[in-house]
């Protein structure tokens, strides 16, 4: 059976990341098993798992802010030990992680995801947009925010292709590259 025409999209929040891949193929040999374009599996939101402790030294390893920054690496920690942080495993090999998400509540006491990172080696397959809809499946409140610099034209795309909408701004964070806040309203 043909392939059905697919998108392949992987993103980051941080400009310093960003990367989303779209490409449509179609292949005659379709045995119903999504592939990204290099063949390897594609993540799914069945291979997000909440992080464990074990997983620290991993979920800094494949973060290169948190290599440099004390502040992330807390972040992180501080994700972890409250539950708040979910990881994607590789399909293949579950003791590799290629990305991780954090959900909380610290956008006015709303459901919010301040970070989503992908290992560089694992863009374009899936992972980023696995990772937000696996922490959207996880999310109770009914509406759910997320934000990206205004430069970060992919993630904005990402965001728009999972349903999320803008809803507003925050100016002087970075300079001259505002804040853009995104909401999911949710049944």
């Known amino acids: 059976m043909p392939l059905p025409e697919l998108i392949w999209i992987t993103e980051i929040c941080s400009p310093e990341y960003s990367e989303v891949a779209c490409d449509e193929r179609r292949s005659a040999d379709y045995t119903?098993?999504?592939?990204?374009?290099?063949?390897?599996?594609?993540?799914?939101?069945?291979?997000?798992?909440?992080?464990?402790?074990?997983?620290?030294?991993?979920?800094?390893?494949?973060?290169?802010?948190?290599?440099?920054e004390s502040k992330r690496r807390s972040f992180i920690?501080?994700?972890?030990?409250?539950?708040?942080?979910?990881?994607?495993?590789?399909?293949s090999d579950t003791s590799v992680l290629l990305g991780y998400g954090v959900l909380n509540d610290s956008f006015f006491e709303q459901a919010f995801i301040p970070l989503v990172v992908v290992r560089d080696s694992a863009r374009r397959r899936g992972v980023g947009s696995a990772i937000i809809r696996a922490l959207e499946s996880r999310c109770r409140a009914a509406k759910l925010f997320t934000s990206t610099n205004a430069s970060n034209e992919p993630m904005r795309q990402l965001l728009a292709q999972l349903g999320f909408i803008p809803s507003g701004q925050v100016d002087n964070l970075d300079e001259g590259?505002?804040?853009?806040?995104?909401?999911?309203l949710r049944p």
């Open 32 to 68: 119903g098993h999504s592939l990204s374009v290099t063949g390897v599996p594609m993540i799914s939101p069945a291979n997000v798992r909440l992080a464990l402790s074990g997983d620290l030294d991993a979920l800094l390893d494949l973060d290169a802010i948190a290599r440099r």
């Open 77 to 91: 920690a501080q994700a972890l030990t409250s539950g708040q942080c979910w990881v994607a495993e590789d399909p």
């Open 177 to 184: 590259d505002p804040e853009l806040i995104f909401v999911k």
